[in-house]
């Protein structure tokens, strides 16, 4: 544990990405094979699930540090980090341990699960008196479900290649799964990871495993200027593009494996897809998106139907169970749009276009569907369809080179995909309440809940009245005017732009919640989001997907913010 809590500690105090990927190399040279495999977990992205609830290492922490709640609160607001807190106000004395970090997961920190809490607590205590402060810092985050590290999978591959000498883009092929939660790492996964190319081991292969993800870029030119960034119409496959869930479609051995994007196995969650593959020869893997589907005119005549909102899919996406209500009400299909291998061969490093031919003749007289290519002489003609995109239920194009090969992540060495993207769905609103973000943005407000209000105000008479009426902490009025809370956004301005926020926010705190400040209405924002849908969950009656700040609205005035009736009438576009 000692040794990871140092590399965390390392990564988190550069953005060089060559240091970065040295000091992981470094890492894996010294670090025993089942230490690895976990240390790869972890930083590749796997999520720790949480095992010891946040009110009790909180509570331990002021017990062993002997100080009053009302102090470690003041503590965490100056910090903005809750193991970084109890990191610094635990006794500095401790028992340094040399036990690694996957005895640390597999024996002591997963079995906390389900224990009484009485002896959670009797062991979390051991734990930290055994850790020195970075060690207790990392095993908060750990047990309490928080671990974030500035790495990407990326580096960590590249780690993994510069430490082995196995080429990087097998060791990506080779991750594919490696993060799936139902089965843990251990030497014999990490051993696989970088076994040599001319032995019979580095062919070895689960069936059911997929190829990595290929991800197109977001396309920003302007109109007037996609003939020079992009050259001939007809050098491009155009597609729609879907909202849906990226998968794959493994058929080998006689089986079929679906799996998403996040490296998430999810095939037990849809039956009606492994019943459209069952037919497939083995040695089959299609690219495509998981989509539910319902008959009509829509963005695919060819594929008959049209896709359905995002937000009925997400109906699916954490059943358990599947009933028959659920199957009938968001019926799952799959769009497939790539062939990555036929017959068990690989065939990525094919062009884009001999891909596709080999695709459709697969697909002919099978229930799949296969994504329909659009077929325009110019860019104009093009950006003249793609303005329908929200009537069809889709997002925009996608823009593939006809000589692309199928790369690896987000890359243009193999060849080039492009996502053109409609514009976002946008609405003027107010911040209202803010917490403190992570990482490197722990001590500074940039997490903020935004309102609109239920109704336009008559004059700015009438906001400015609200406004004192919430400074005073009277309660709203059911049939007057009011802020309706409707979003969360964290991204979208500069480290300049969060730090004037930031500023602000601490000016005009209202009320602490913990680790959440309100604030007096005052700040209007431009928020973007990618789609809006009904949502009886909460207050507003709506949810929004991807929401994100895309300026600062300096020259609005309070009372010209949205409402919620622009917001509804978003709903119907």
């Not at 062009?351 to 329909?372: D, F, I, V, Y």
């Not at 300049?496 to 005009?508: A, L, N, P, Y």
Request: glycine share 8%; aromatic share 8%; with cysteine.
């Amino acid at each position: 544990m000692k040794h990871f809590a140092r590399l965390f500690a390392e990564l988190d105090s550069t953005t060089a990405t060559k240091a970065k990927v040295e000091a992981l190399r470094r890492y894996f040279v010294r670090t025993p094979a089942q230490d690895a495999a976990w240390a790869v977990y972890f930083l590749a992205g796997g999520k720790p699930r949480q095992v010891v609830k946040t009110a009790t290492l909180r509570g331990l922490a002021c017990e062993a540090a002997g100080i009053e709640d009302w102090l470690f609160e003041k503590c965490y607001q100056a910090v903005g980090d809750l193991a970084e807190t109890i990191a610094y106000i635990l006794p500095l004395q401790s028992l340094e341990s040399d036990l690694g970090l996957a005895d640390w997961v597999e024996n002591r920190l997963l079995p906390l699960r389900g224990l009484p809490e009485d002896e959670v607590a009797r062991r979390v205590r051991s734990y930290w008196q055994e850790l020195d402060a970075q060690g207790r810092f990392l095993l908060v985050k750990l047990v309490g479900g928080g671990f974030r590290v500035g790495v990407s999978k990326l580096l960590v591959q590249r780690a993994l290649a510069a430490h082995s000498g196995v080429d990087a883009k097998r060791i990506a092929q080779r991750m594919m799964g490696y993060m799936d939660a139902k089965v843990m790492p251990s030497a014999i996964k990490y051993e696989a990871l970088l076994a040599g190319t001319a032995g019979a081991a580095a062919d070895i292969r689960d069936a059911g495993q997929p190829y990595p993800f290929f991800l197109a870029h977001q396309l920003d030119s302007s109109l007037d200027g996609l003939d020079a960034k992009l050259g001939p119409v007809k050098d491009w496959q155009v597609e729609w593009k879907y909202d849906g869930i990226r998968g794959q479609i493994v058929k080998r051995a006689g089986q079929v494996w679906v799996w998403s994007r996040g490296e998430e196995l999810v095939t037990e969650r849809f039956p009606e897809i492994v019943a459209l593959a069952q037919p497939l020869p083995d040695g089959t893997v299609l690219d495509g998106e998981i989509l539910v589907w319902t008959d009509g005119v829509g963005a695919a005549p060819s594929a008959g139907g049209r896709p359905a909102s995002f937000a009925l899919l997400q109906q699916r996406i954490g059943r358990k169970t599947l009933g028959k209500k659920i199957l009938a009400d968001a019926p799952v299909t799959f769009m497939a749009y790539d062939l990555l291998e036929l017959d068990g061969q690989d065939l990525r490093a094919q062009p884009q276009h001999l891909r596709r031919e080999k695709l459709e003749q697969l697909l002919a007289g099978t229930p799949l569907k296969l994504s329909p290519v659009e077929r325009l002489a110019s860019w104009q003609a093009f950006a003249a369809l793609r303005s329908e995109s929200r009537q069809r239920g889709v997002e925009g194009f996608m823009l593939k080179r006809l000589d692309a090969a199928y790369g690896t992540g987000r890359t243009k060495a193999d060849g080039l995909w492009w996502k053109w993207k409609i514009e976002p769905l946008t609405v003027d609103c107010v911040l209202i309440y803010a917490q403190a973000g992570h990482g490197r943005r722990a001590s500074l407000y940039t997490d903020y809940t935004f309102a609109v209000w239920n109704r336009a105000p008559v004059d700015a008479s009438e906001a400015t009245a609200v406004v004192k009426a919430i400074e005073k902490r009277e309660p709203a009025k059911a049939d007057g005017l009011q802020l309706v809370a409707f979003a969360k956004a964290y991204s979208g301005l500069t480290d300049e732009e969060f730090k004037r926020i930031d500023s602000v926010i601490r000016k005009t705190t209202l009320e602490k919640f913990g680790p959440v400040r309100s604030v007096k209405p005052a700040l209007v924002f431009e928020l973007g989001f990618e789609g809006i849908n009904r949502s009886p969950r909460h207050k507003s009656g709506i949810a929004v997907r991807f929401p994100r700040m895309l300026r600062i609205r300096d020259d609005k005035p309070l009372h010209e913010a949205g409402t919620l009736g622009e917001l509804k009438a978003l709903l119907n576009l």
